[in-house]
């Protein structure tokens, strides 16, 4: 078979190596990829947004089977796209990767389905919000409704910041069209957990928790980034929390899409804070989280190809979906400076004995050798049969691996270790 996978960060490189795993895979294209993936897959140079020519690649070199993976092309509607093609995908339609592309078409459907999440408002006109926010209760939440490359959440401490976020977001439109809705949310408390499901709009079945960890610097300060560093499972995810969830969240979240028209088929990311009265969602992602799926696949048993198709398929009901016990924990390397400015070209050397564990998320090949060409270059997964275990060997891993100018949190599962 041959496969194609959208995207080019620590996540598709991760999903490469799983997919890799299953012996009727022959090739694996990624497009755009990055000079790390390029040691797993056929690297393709052609944009995760540039549909057009995904279809017109996927057409020419016989694709049996694609992996959308980031938020962009989904919400574009790649996913239809290729299907138009006959050609099977992993992913949401255009009209299910709202849960996503739109934070107001979240709330509303969570609102209307009796969904537990933070109680909202939503807004077009910022003077509204303006006025609105005069007697808000505070701390409070101004979300950008559309994509916003994850930096359309302000989490605002003071009146003051939450006018500046609305300003920021409708009237300088600091994220385009993203920004001419918002939604200004009650401000939740507890600790957060990430619930990756497979759906095939029927069936869901959740992968193992997780724990992101936002902030770029130990202890959760610094400014939020992409992902610091990940551990799975997540501890604050008891089984009664799990119950909870399939029972008040998840069964009902994707029982939602379908009456809506909008049935939901992929990876359904459920972003959980777990507050005094109980799981809430903070967020829906339409696609594997990126550093949490560098913990969640490693862990995976079953083969992910299998149960991929078997998503596509709408059999997901008759398809076994293992996990191992044990944990699995991902330390970020980052360029100094991330998430504001950072240098890049510096040479990365990664001993043989470390390479696969490392997940590559912003490197490029530069005459032969791996460069840096992001903020997140790359991910450092160690599994074990504890948490405690695969934190060590994930530091232990990571020491191994160097560049220029690396710098990475020294503290990523120390708050689920204290648990
Ligand atoms: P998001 O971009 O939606 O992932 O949000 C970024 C972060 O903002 C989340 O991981 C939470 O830590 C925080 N956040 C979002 N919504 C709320 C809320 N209603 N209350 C408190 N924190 C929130
Ligand atoms: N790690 C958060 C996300 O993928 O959105």
């Not at 902030?215 to 501890?235: C, E, F, S, W, Y």
């Not at 299998?306 to 997901?316: E, H, P, S």
Request: proline share 5%; aromatic share 6%.
């Amino acid at each position: 078979m041959k496969i194609m996978v959208i995207g080019g960060g620590g996540r598709e490189h991760a999903i490469i190596r799983k997919i890799r795993e299953n012996p009727a895979v022959e090739e694996i294209y990624a497009l755009p990829g990055n000079g790390g993936i390029a040691g797993d897959a056929v690297c393709v140079n052609i944009g995760a947004k540039d549909i057009p020519a995904i279809v017109q690649f996927a057409g020419e070199t016989g694709i049996d089977y694609a992996v959308v993976a980031p938020d962009d092309p989904l919400v574009l509607g790649c996913v239809d796209a290729l299907e138009e093609k006959g050609i099977p995908c992993f992913g949401p339609r255009r009209n299910a990767a709202i849960i996503e592309g739109s934070k107001v078409f979240s709330k509303n459907l969570m609102k209307k389905y009796g969904i537990p999440t933070a109680a909202y408002e939503v807004f077009d006109d910022p003077q509204a919000a303006l006025r609105y926010l005069e007697s808000a209760p505070i701390p409070t939440v101004v979300k950008a409704d559309g994509l916003a490359l994850g930096k359309g959440v302000t989490v605002a401490m003071t009146r003051e910041e939450a006018r500046n976020a609305v300003r920021e977001i409708m009237e300088d439109r600091k994220f385009g069209d993203s920004g001419s809705r918002i939604v200004i949310e009650e401000y939740l408390e507890g600790p957060e957990v990430s619930v990756l499901s497979f759906t095939d709009g029927e069936t869901i079945v959740p992968m193992v928790s997780s724990m992101d960890h936002k902030r770029a610097l130990d202890g959760d300060l610094g400014p939020n980034t992409g992902g610091m560093g990940t551990i799975a499972p997540n501890p604050f995810y008891t089984e009664a929390v799990a119950g909870e969830c399939m029972e008040k969240i998840f069964l009902p979240t994707i029982r939602a899409m379908k009456a809506e028209g909008r049935e939901f088929r992929g990876c359904l990311y459920f972003g959980l804070m777990i507050t005094a009265d109980g799981p809430k969602v903070i967020e829906y992602n339409c696609r594997f989280g990126d550093p949490e799926t560098q913990v969640v696949l490693p862990l995976l048993e079953s083969d992910l190809l299998t149960v991929m198709q078997a998503v596509t398929a709408g059999k997901l009901k008759d398809c076994p979906v293992r996990f191992r016990n044990g944990a699995a924990c991902c330390v970020i390397l980052a360029s100094a400076g991330y998430p504001g400015k950072y240098d890049k070209g510096a040479e990365i050397t990664i001993p043989e004995s470390v390479r696969d564990h490392v997940y590559v998320a912003g490197a490029a090949l530069k005459e032969g050798r791996l460069v840096t060409s992001g903020g997140r270059v790359l991910g450092v997964t160690a599994t074990a049969d504890t948490l405690g275990e695969a934190v060590r060997e994930a530091y232990a891993l990571a020491g191994r691996v160097t560049f220029d100018n690396c710098f990475y949190r020294r503290d990523i599962g120390r708050r689920a270790l204290s648990v």
